[in-house]
């Protein structure tokens, strides 16, 4: 695939490391933020190193042999044990005629199965694309179809059955040409094994062994301890990371092998994580920490900054299968002590909120990494108190491998900022309809971003790719906000979500945040209700905490908020509802389902009659 002239530019950029200078009618100033009020302890201009995910796990190999990896229901496995199983699985997947630029799907919940094939199949300078094993069939086909997913990695267990189910078929008809299917009971310890093949025999999908299309997990063990070497460059495309992006259509975003481990760098260099730094116990050491993860490895957030993180800095990583079970999330809190939690909000709310929270102690937590979604004010307070530890907030997308912002662990405070640019990560606000035009400082626009972690572009996109980078190499996200004199990141909202109220722009983010501000409030969701084709008012979804007391009515709630917000932004509707506001497989707020509802309503009422003339 050829590659645009503005990402060469870009590569050319991310190799000199150079600051650029931004120059307009309005403003000139760097880009970088500001030397004087960066992260203390981090450097802006920290070198990145050009490897590849495959050095990255050689290098965390070496350093931690004997130290434990993976914790996963009981099973332990070491780092050594770790790379063995890694080797076998890639010698078998080689045999299977897995090789250079071979896509393989990986369609499961967490499980130590998913770093096993992915770091096997990049061994062999295959291609990942990630599924949601909550996918249909119909989304199932059609990724498979875009991506040219030819080997797919799934779990034997029938509630993520769509894949298996379909596979037959897709091997028929040529969308497919391998399915690989991974045992549960392998990956538990002795005793749990023999309890799940006894006790979960109906829940299991059985694969038929005699097509020569469909082998399990146990099967590329027979071939060797070692994968013939295959020469990877970090410029190779290591995962299709498939996303709505800014257009709402799904796009794979190819990201690089550098871009991720360039990410993983730049995390660590935020968070202290170098073994130069292993004396402070305020940061991230080296080989010291435990990480609990939850949040899927099919999203970028649950890839970078929980496995592969966890990994690049020789910590245990504890692996949890199901992000929405807020009891043993905080079982596993509680009985193996993590120090390090990378977590959406919703799971932090979910938390705070648990009515057994009193009897688990979490101090063992010293830091946890938030994005996915805007953090409200009160659950980052809420979730302090119980921990005693900070929750930092950080900012990014698919096409960022994901972060580009972080709140550093000893900077200033900026509770409604999603923290500064990571090292080497530069950003800039432009007009949205003219993004040649930059806007200087405190102007809020449309959040560009240029760094080593931003994607290569999408697949077999160019013209989307285009359109999403401007012509001096920066990523166009579609998020509105602005940056302070600090260099500290304010989002707004997406640029897509903004609603035109009368000609005036209506940023939902910004009434949900100043819905939050009422005490009673568990979580709302504000869009915008159409009347026609046309929005043309607000409307605001919301559940209240389970012991609140005060419920405002719709002419109290405009009341609370009319000094908050403009007249056009105040909801003219209110919904109050009593069960869980819809969620993404992530735990983010699903606005666009609730729209989705609102316009089947509207869909289903009989036209109003005709007014006399």
Same mark, same amino acid.
């Given at each position: 695939m050829q590659i645009p002239y503005r990402l060469a530019l870009k590569e050319r950029i991310e190799q000199t490391g150079i600051v650029m200078t931004e120059k307009n009618s309005r403003t000139t100033r760097s880009i970088a933020p500001p030397s004087e009020h960066y992260a203390p302890g981090a450097q802006w201009d920290a070198a990145i190193p050009r490897i590849t995910l495959v050095d990255a796990l050689n290098q965390a190999?070496?350093?931690?042999?004997?130290?434990?990896? @993976?914790?996963?229901?009981?099973?332990? @496995?070491?780092?050594?044990?770790?790379?063995?199983?890694?080797?076998?699985? &890639?010698?078998?997947?080689?045999?299977? /005629?897995?090789?250079k630029c071979t896509r393989v799907g990986l369609y499961m919940p967490n499980t130590p199965f998913y770093p096993v094939m992915m770091f096997a199949a990049l061994k062999l300078g295959a291609t990942i694309v990630n599924f949601s094993p909550l996918y249909t069939a119909d989304e199932l086909r059609k990724q498979i179809a875009d991506s040219g997913t030819e080997v797919m990695v799934a779990l034997d267990l029938k509630q993520y059955g769509d894949a298996k189910n379909s596979a037959p078929d897709l091997i028929k008809d040529g969308s497919l040409k391998k399915l690989i299917v991974c045992p549960m009971a392998d990956m538990l310890p002795t005793f749990k094994s023999i309890l799940f093949r006894f006790f979960k025999r109906k829940d299991v999908f059985s694969p038929d062994r005699s097509s #020569?299309?469909?082998? +399990?997990?146990?099967?590329?063990?027979?071939? /060797?301890?070692?994968?013939?070497?295959?020469? !990877?460059?970090?410029?190779?495309? &290591?995962?299709?990371?498939?996303?709505?992006?800014?257009?709402?259509?799904?796009?794979?975003?190819?990201?690089?092998?550098?871009?991720?481990?360039?990410?993983?760098?730049?995390?660590?260099?935020? %968070?202290? &994580?170098?073994?130069?730094?292993?004396?402070? #116990?305020?940061? !991230?050491?080296?080989?010291?920490? *435990?990480f609990l993860?939850? !949040? $899927?490895?099919?999203?970028? %957030?649950?890839?970078?900054?929980?496995l592969i993180n966890a990994m690049a800095t020789g910590s245990e990583l504890i692996i949890l299968p199901n992000p929405r079970d807020m009891t043993a999330t905080l079982e596993a809190i509680h009985k193996h002590r993590p120090t390090v939690f990378p977590a959406v909000p919703r799971m932090l709310q979910g938390i705070v909120a648990h009515k057994d929270l009193e009897y688990y102690n979490l101090k063992s937590i010293r830091a946890v990494i938030s994005?996915?979604?805007?953090?409200?004010?009160? =659950?980052?307070?809420?979730?302090?108190?119980?921990?005693?530890?900070?929750?930092?907030? /950080?900012?990014?997308?698919?096409?960022?491998?994901? =972060?580009?912002?972080?709140?550093?662990?000893?900077?200033?405070?900026?509770?409604?900022?999603?923290?500064?640019?990571?090292?080497?990560?530069? @950003?800039?606000?432009?007009? #949205?309809?003219?993004?040649?035009?930059?806007l200087p400082t405190g102007t809020t626009g449309e959040i560009c971003i240029r760094g080593p972690q931003v994607m290569r572009g999408y697949w077999n996109k160019p013209d989307e790719t285009r359109k999403t980078m401007t012509r001096d190499g920066f990523f166009r996200t579609g998020d509105i906000g602005h940056i302070d004199d600090h260099g500290y990141v304010f989002i707004t909202d997406r640029l897509k979500r903004m609603l035109a109220i009368n000609g005036f722009k209506v940023y939902p983010n910004m009434v949900e945040q100043a819905l939050y501000t009422h005490p009673s409030v568990a979580e709302c969701v504000v869009i915008g209700v159409n009347k026609g084709t046309v929005k043309e008012s607000v409307k605001a979804f919301i559940r209240y905490k389970d012991d609140a007391t005060d419920k405002p009515t719709a002419e109290q709630w405009r009341t609370f908020l009319a000094?908050?917000?403009?007249?056009?932004? !105040? $909801?003219?509707?209110?919904? +109050?509802?009593?069960?869980?506001? $819809?969620?993404?497989? =992530?735990? *983010?707020p699903d606005w666009k389902k609730l729209e989705d509802e609102e316009a089947q309503k509207v869909q289903a009422q009989p036209p109003s009659p005709s007014s006399p003339s």
């Open positions: 190999l070496h350093r931690y042999t004997n130290r434990p990896f @993976i914790n996963f229901m009981g099973k332990h @496995i070491t780092y050594r044990e770790f790379g063995q199983m890694v080797d076998r699985t &890639a010698a078998g997947l080689q045999q299977q /005629g897995v090789g #020569p299309a469909i082998r +399990t997990f146990s099967d590329l063990g027979l071939y /060797g301890i070692k994968p013939y070497p295959v020469n !990877i460059h970090p410029n190779d495309i &290591a995962l299709l990371q498939y996303t709505g992006g800014t257009t709402g259509t799904p796009k794979g975003a190819m990201l690089s092998h550098f871009n991720i481990a360039a990410n993983v760098k730049q995390i660590e260099e935020m %968070f202290g &994580a170098r073994p130069d730094r292993d004396h402070d #116990p305020a940061l !991230i050491q080296m080989g010291r920490e *435990k993860v939850s !949040i $899927p490895f099919f999203h970028i %957030f649950g890839l970078t900054v929980g994005g996915g979604a805007a953090l409200p004010p009160d =659950v980052k307070a809420a979730f302090e108190k119980a921990t005693g530890c900070g929750v930092y907030q /950080g900012y990014g997308l698919s096409e960022t491998s994901p =972060v580009a912002t972080s709140h550093p662990p000893c900077g200033e405070d900026h509770p409604a900022s999603v923290g500064q640019p990571l090292p080497r990560t530069e @950003i800039k606000i432009v007009d #949205p309809e003219n993004p040649d035009i930059s000094d908050k917000l403009h007249a056009m932004e !105040i $909801p003219r509707y209110f919904e +109050t509802r009593t069960e869980e506001l $819809p969620k993404t497989v =992530v735990g *983010k």
